[in-house]
């Protein structure tokens, strides 16, 4: 194919164009791109009128410039999401895409022809040479516009949804005809009637492509550019609630514009969905189904509508959905078009938490615990002291580098117990100066996902102040929750003091940890440490010198969530397939002798799935620290610790 | 239909208490405070009682210096729709610490009078004291009938009002259901509800509620008088259970029975 397009080159290619038009022709023309025009602006205003007057988004700010440079240049130019997640159909789409942007200046100059203004010179150099430029990506469109069809049309991949979409396929068979009716004129010699003809239907073609996109998901073509480019530079970012009436997305009239322009940027191909665990599980929620939801919201109810968004008549956007949410983050992970799905999941729950619309005996029993007890488990902090006791945990009184902080699952669950106390062995091991603080809350992160602002900014307040008062300035912990609430979300309150996972700890001590043979050990990746944060390798680093590191079926940025994150933990018995059962099967199925955490909730939800779904013989289930440890020698180590911190 | 809520602010349930110098009260300077907890219950049960009703107003009240405001504050914010604030001094004489069941009786019986309430509810007892008196003493003062540990309350006559008819637990899983005409007060157990969590809405709302405060009357002269306060001392008993097997399960489950009485 590039061959004969090189070979064309050679002989000096033409495009064959009529060569005048008639007065009536050029009119034709002319009424002909009004109308196309007028109909697109038509079918276009309703839209950009709802984006336009959904409520500003008050935190927006166009820097980091370079940032969104880049993902711009990334995500939409060079298609990376599109085709890494997705790669056979992912990279037709960008064939299709780049394809596209060959032909704008072919456009250009082919309508510029039915005036007498055609700007491509044949006799030059450039001419030829773009044209057939154009006409190899033509070849490329047009195969892959096929694949595309016949996946959609005939393969029929169930995250395209059960309905038929009609519309695609008449612009998939419009994209056709202009890259057909473009390479036949490369071909046709004469100048005359076939020209014309081909020089027509090219026309006609993109006059009546024009205004199909508005009102169908093709939308994304003028709109996902500007949504990638626009969308809130952080993962899972929760807008700051503005003023005293602002409680998150419970009516039209919290949409904000980028919101909105999210909602109508949406394309449909379900990857969100496709990799959502609580879809996957058959439960109700699909975020994919969300973000429609909220397109129809805005055209049927419309900005500033006072009508709830939750649970209307019939839609999928309802109250059960947004609780079901674990924001484990795989649909905004996966989003080609910059849909951010946490933000509205959160805001709506928000929107329902924040106005007490939200009744639920597990939601109100959690609510009150951290309102009460200070943390998540509802336990007496007594407990807590009696754990430091035992462990004989050195008080944190400022001359020690670090503050281990222990988390509610540290301090009250028995086996993130045992993971923290393994950590500090490890610490004491290296000889790193540690105390734990005499009282800590919760960080506030099962109510900040569930949306309860009010317990959120207590415990954020509360939390800053007891590490001010403190005098902390390094702070590690087993829990990657911990570090993103800490880290991120208490931004709106203060600065916190620098916060590290304990991986992160542990990889950059890896050249001192035990060198063990440690058997086959699969990790399992944490949503709050991975997609959350971007740690991978240091984790891996860990588990690499414990034993032989083994990848489950989905791992890294993919890796499936174990159930228990946003406040699911808490939230009672789920519906449809228990998320950590799924996921124990396939960290299972790696034949892998034993499982490596790095969070205390994945671990605790594996402990109750092992039980479940293990067998006769589970694999062991550790936590990277409790990895380490096992290398240990457990008596010599602990009075080596003391000596090192006497 | 008015409902008026007697609360009570008491050190949180993992405050670290300690005797104060005198020995005769609790050191308060390092102490956290919370709603008590049968109060909190008894501020459920009212605001239920109003929405079922349909209408009506929820007033709260409570006897006590700066402080219990933040307490008032949070029952505003889950849907009381005033407070009342019986403003008593931080120490002292005429502080809280100074007045015995009765005289706190008499000041928040004052202030319910003033409100010419429908029904009065409030915690069987406090969290700290656990005198259990409050309630009952506020009842024989204002010269209405009441009853004790209720865990429901329903509304008679299609819910105009005039009648209830409450739920009482008794021993032993027994329970009571008892009629009685209005204005009536009811002393509140814990668990009748679930509790609602407060709201950031709840929070803001509360900022334009009415808080009125008013001074509390002299004390009167103590009916009775703390000795001394002092920590439980802790004892650790072991004892071993000899014989077989069985023996020692029948032995045991005997002690359990009617020694600790937890089976």
Known sequence: MIAGAVGMLRVGIELAEPLSFSVTERLLLMALIAASLGVFAWRSWPIASNILHSKKDADFSLRPVGRRAWKFFWEVLCQSKVIRQRPLPGLAHAFVFWGFLAFALVTLNHLAVGFGHGFLQYSGSFGPFYVGFAGIWAVLVAVSISGLFVRRFVVRPKWLGKRVSVESGVIAGLIFVLMVSYLAALFVGDKGFAARGLWWVHTLSLLVFLPLIPRTKHLHLLLSPLTVFLKRPQFSQIPKLEGDEDFGLFAGRDVTQIIALQAYSCVECGRCAEHCPATTTGKVLNPKKIVLEMRSYLNTAGPGSEEPLLDRPGSAMSMEAAFECTTCGACEFQCPVGVQHLSILIGLRRGAVNTGAWEDRYGTKLFLALEKQGNALGMSSIERDKFIAKQEFPIFDGSQEYCLWLGCMGSYDPKGREIVSDFARVMQALGVQFGVLKKEKCTGDPARRLGNDLLFGDLAAQGLKTFAAAKVTKIVTICPHCVRTIATDWLEYGVAPEIEHHSDFMARHAHLLPKQDGGSIVYHDPCYLGRYRDVYDEPRAVVAAAGELVEAERHHERSFCCGAGGGQAFLGEESGERVSHVRAKELIATGAQTIGTACPFCNSMFRDALGAVGGENPPQLLDIAQLVARGLAPRALSSDAEEKSG | ?263
């Open chain 2, 1 to 263: 239909m008015k409902i008026v809520v007697a609360v009570k602010q008491v050190p949180e349930r993992d405050a670290v208490v300690r005797v104060a110098a005198d020995g005769r009260g609790v050191d308060e300077s390092d102490v956290a405070w919370t709603m008590n907890e049968p109060d909190a219950y008894a501020l459920e049960e009212a605001l239920q009682l109003k929405e079922r009703a349909g209408e009506g107003e929820v007033v709260v009240l409570c006897a006590g210096p700066e402080r219990v405001q933040s307490t008032l504050r949070e029952a505003l914010a889950k849907g009381a729709d005033r407070a009342v604030h019986v403003v008593t001094p931080e120490a002292g004489e005429g502080s809280l610490g100074e007045r015995d069941s009765l005289d706190v009786a008499r000041l928040l019986a004052e202030a319910v009078r003033a409100e010419a309430a429908d029904l009065v509810l409030t915690g069987l007892q406090s969290d700290d004291l656990g005198a259990g008196q409050t309630g009952v003493v506020m009842a024989e003062l204002l010269g209405v009938p009441h009853a004790t540990l209720v865990l429901h309350v329903e509304l008679l006559d299609g819910g105009d009002g005039r009648r209830i008819k409450v739920k009482r637990e008794l021993e032993d899983g027994w329970m009571q259901h008892v009629e009685m005409a209005l204005p009536a007060l009811l002393t509140i157990q814990s668990g009748g509800n679930r509790l609602r969590y407060a709201t950031l809405m709840g929070i803001k709302r509360a900022r334009q509620k009415e808080m009125r405060e008013v001074q509390a009357a002299a004390a009167g002269k103590r009916v009775d008088e703390v000795v001394k306060v002092s920590p439980p001392t802790r004892v650790k008993r072991t004892e071993m259970l000899t014989g077989s097997a069985d023996e020692v399960a029948a032995k045991l489950v005997e002690r359990l029975r009617f020694e600790v009485k937890v089976l």
